[in-house]
């Protein structure tokens, strides 16, 4: 059982814009802004699409966001597109015993 | 641009030791401020950390690996290493190494992974 939970799947049409969410706990989401995003394609590497909750790497689009509320972080994409059908996964920093956690992953299908 | 690639062996029987080997290309795994580690992919689960080793030296471990996992910098070389003991069928997964920029949540490189199957 993964340490953050996410919903195993969700979709949407293009162009429409889908929200994922990423619940953890006071020691971990909910006490650090480091929540990281990363994209995977099946047979391909894991892509990080956010990190530091809000902030986009060099070359990700911006129609993705990320924000977070409490102990839930979000990662939302706009104007859905075929290509961003891919897993998603939540990562959090979870302190000096833990580290490190991610999420069990969600399935965005591109309807 | 750092490049990272994983070796080691596809097979390894119960109880043995997994060790594998990410060579990086890009930059030296001396440089402040990086993390260097490794992730796996269990078939049909989702991402697990295994642990991370800072450039100065210090190392992390998920604490549910840290009796059995043992990372460790080759500087010479510009790579770095993880061993697993005592390895059973639960640890087939796909083995990737990374490279944490900066903030402990920053996995920006990858290896390509290797697939590693636990069995005799």
């Known amino acids: 059982q993964s340490a953050l939970t996410q919903p195993a799947s969700v979709s949407g049409s293009p162009g429409q814009s889908i929200t994922i969410s990423c619940t953890g706990t006071s020691s971990d989401v909910g006490g650090y802004d480091f929540v990281s995003w990363y994209q995977h394609h099946p047979g391909k590497v894991p892509k990080l699409m956010m990190f530091?909750?809000?902030k986009r790497p060099s070359g990700v689009s911006n129609r993705f966001s990320g924000s977070k509320s409490g102990n839930t972080a979000s990662l939302t994409i706009s104007g859905l597109q075929a290509e961003d059908e891919a897993h998603y996964y939540c990562?959090?920093?979870?302190?000096?015993?833990?580290?490190?956690?991610f999420g069990g992953g969600t399935k965005l299908t591109v309807l | 641009q750092l490049q990272l690639q994983e070796s080691g062996p596809g097979l390894v029987k119960p109880s043995e030791t997994l060790s594998l080997t990410c060579i990086v290309s890009g930059g030296s795994i001396s440089r402040s401020g990086y993390y260097w580690g490794w992730i796996r992919q269990p078939p049909g689960e989702g991402l697990d950390w295994i642990g991370s080793?800072?450039?100065?030296?210090?190392?992390y471990y998920n604490p549910s690996l840290k009796s059995r996992v043992t990372i460790s910098l080759d500087t010479s070389n510009n790579q770095f290493s993880m061993r697993l003991t005592s390895v059973t069928a639960a640890d087939t997964a796909v083995y990737y190494c990374t490279s944490q920029v900066a903030t402990v949540d920053r996995f920006d490189y990858w290896g390509q992974g290797t697939p590693v199957t636990v069995s005799s």
């Open positions: 990562c959090s920093f979870a302190g000096s015993g833990t580290w490190v956690v």
């Open positions: 080793m800072y450039s100065g030296g210090n190392t």
């Open positions: 530091e909750v809000t």
